[in-house]
Every structure is written in C-alpha cells, then in structure tokens.
C-alpha cells in the first residue's frame, strides 16, 4: 500500500486512542485500536452502542494471542463489561475477521457479514491441500519471481489460517441497502468491491458517518490484488466503479477508515485514489514497450526493499493492473522462458 502525498484532509482527531483503548467518535461510537505484527501496525475497529441490546463490533483484528488479550481488557474497560450482540466483519483479511471465530464463541454474539466475504474465509482456511500449494506456486513461478524471493513468498503458507485460526460458523448474511438499526441510530449497509470482492460498509445517513473498511483510506491506496485463486481476475475494474460511487455520500462525510485516522473531504480522496492508479496503468503502459514480467513490473512501481509479506501485496497489484490492461486491449499476454507470462502493450 504506497502512500500517496496529497493535500491534507479534515482530520477531527489529533491522534489515535492508546492501544486496546476507546476514543469517543460521535455518541454511540467508539473507535477502538488493536495492534499487527506488521509494518502496518494496527487496525481501527468500531464499536456501535446497542444500549440493553449490548455492542455491536466492527471488525476484530487478528486472531492471535495479543490480540484477544486486548479485547479482555476492553470488555472489562471500555466497554464496562456490557454484552456483545453482534460482531460485523467489513471484509474476509485477517486482520478484519482474524479473531470474530473466538469473539463469537466467548460472547455468543452472533456473526454479520457479506455471503461472499464469509465463503471466502471458510475456503481460505480450509483450503490447505497439496492441490492448492502447487497452485499458488505455479502463480508466483509464472509472475518471474528469482528463486530467492519465489523461496520466502511460498515460505509464507498457510499464513492465512496463522492469522484466521476459525472462522464463525453461521452467518448473518448482510446485503448492500440492509438497514441495521443499532440502537438510536439506523446504518445502511453500503456494498462495493475491488479491495476484496463484497466488502461491507456502514453508514449513518443522520449524521454523516461512514465506517468503510479498507475500501478508502486517508493516507495509504487500499491494496487491490489478484491472488492465486482467481489468477485472471480484474478487481481494478470494481474499485475504480466503487470509487465513482462515493460522489454520491455528502461532501462533509466522517469517514471512519480501517487504518489511519477518520477524515473528513471522502470526494477529494475518491479522485486522488483514482488518480493514482490512472498514473500506475500509464506507468506501466510505458514499461512495457517491451516484454515484461509481473516481477518486473512489480519492482518498478514498489521501487523499495519489500519483505515477502509486503512482496506478495505488491505483486498481487502489479498483476491486478496488467490484467485490467489485458481486459482492456491495450497489453497482450504470452508465454516466455520457463513458462513465465511476458507482458507487452498490443
């Protein structure tokens, strides 16, 4: 997720609250931080005032140890030992649905997502066959990765299921237009895609407050990646529409992302977020009038030293770009050497 330099937005918040501590958003809504193990050092999640009904939660973090050490101390803080009625996970990553298993299974809480988002879960962490192995190796071998980094990239397996450890097993389906009533206040469900395929976003029309996820962040690109499960998909394609989407919420929306601090000016990001990538297909466009690999085209838009987590992210975009330029026409796709795909404008 590069960061893209930009204007400053609104930001009505001076700094985060403390780790595994609330900060009050507008009444009825605490923002909650919770700590990742990566260069990304947190998430935002939200938790929505039910009152005798108890709290909703909007995503969870991590499923790891620290993690749910941090939700005992908020249950006993923040949250003043009240009930959890529901927990919403805004998409399938790990650091949004990692710990919803063991929430729901320590609150009884029931569990709140998109269809779409829960299968993929459900898939990821039961998909750990020799069939699914070779088939991610076969992604990577055919973006042109040198064999040091292919190494520590598929080093990486089964990270999913270290960051998932279960996923709830009944659903609550939530549809794009549902509106929940959570407490006082009545948030409608918003849809969109690119980021995963059927995030979920919730807003309060009221009071102009948007909690969205990763579909749009203050300072960093939400990561738009094809992965090895779909190796041809064009997810560019949906969050350019999503983004186009935006200009209908009001101009002086709150908006409360997953990572960074809530903003206000949602209009203005939508455009530079649009922008960028327009600049990355023309970069790439530009690269490659001559053959090309996924790799290289990898290391030039993310021209920095990358761990393999950060390296999987990165090549999972570059390919997301060159494939909504195959879709378009303008970049043809043919085998080279070793079976590796070379990319080449039409």
């Known amino acids: 997720m590069p960061a893209i330099p930009s204007p400053p937005l609104d930001h009505p918040f001076d700094a985060p609250p403390s780790f595994a501590s609330a900060k009050t958003v507008v009444p009825g ?12 050092d947190h998430i935002n999640v939200w938790a929505l005032d039910g009152g005798a009904n108890g709290w909703t939660l909007v995503d969870s973090g991590l499923g790891d140890s620290r993690t749910r050490d941090s939700w005992e101390t908020l ?45 993929f879960a459900c898939a990821l962490s039961a998909n750990t066959s020799a069939a699914m192995d070779q088939a991610v190796e076969r992604f990577y071998r055919r973006s042109g990765l040198d064999d040091e980094t292919l190494t520590a990239v598929l080093s990486r397996k089964n990270a999913y299921t270290r960051g998932v450890p279960s996923v709830p097993p009944t659903l609550s389906r939530l549809r794009a237009g549902d509106v929940l009533p959570i407490g006082e206040t009545k948030w409608r469900v918003v849809g969109g895609g690119g980021h995963t395929v059927e995030p979920v976003s919730l807003y309060d029309a009221e009071r102009r407050v948007l ?4 579909q749009i962040l203050p300072r960093i690109s939400p990561n738009i990646s094809v992965w090895p499960t779909e190796p041809d998909a064009d997810p560019l ?10 200009s209908a919420f009001p101009p002086d929306t709150l908006v409360l992302p997953s990572h960074g601090l809530p903003f206000r000016g949602l209009h203005r990001r939508a455009t530079e977020l649009r922008d960028h990538h327009t600049d990355r297909l023309d970069e790439i466009i530009a690269q490659c009038a001559t053959p090309q690999t996924a790799a290289m ?50």
């Open 29 to 40: 809504v605490l923002w909650i931080r919770l700590a990742l193990p990566f260069q990304l």
């Open 75 to 119: 249950f006993a803080g923040a949250l003043h030992g009240r009930p959890i009625a529901r927990v919403i996970a805004t998409h399938f990553h790990p650091d949004h649905i990692g710990a919803a298993g063991w929430l729901v299974e320590r609150t009884g809480a029931e569990f709140a997502t998109s269809l779409t988002e829960w299968l």
């Open 211 to 214: 909690i969205v996820g990763d």
């Open 237 to 246: 394609t949906d969050y350019l529409g999503s983004l186009a989407a935006w």
């Open 297 to 346: 085209v990898t290391r030039t838009l993310f021209n920095r030293p990358l761990d393999p987590h950060q390296m999987v992210f990165a090549m999972g975009e570059a390919i997301a770009h060159l494939n909504h330029l195959l879709r378009r026409g303008i970049l043809t796709r043919r085998p080279g050497p070793n079976a590796v795909d070379l990319y080449q404008r039409a």
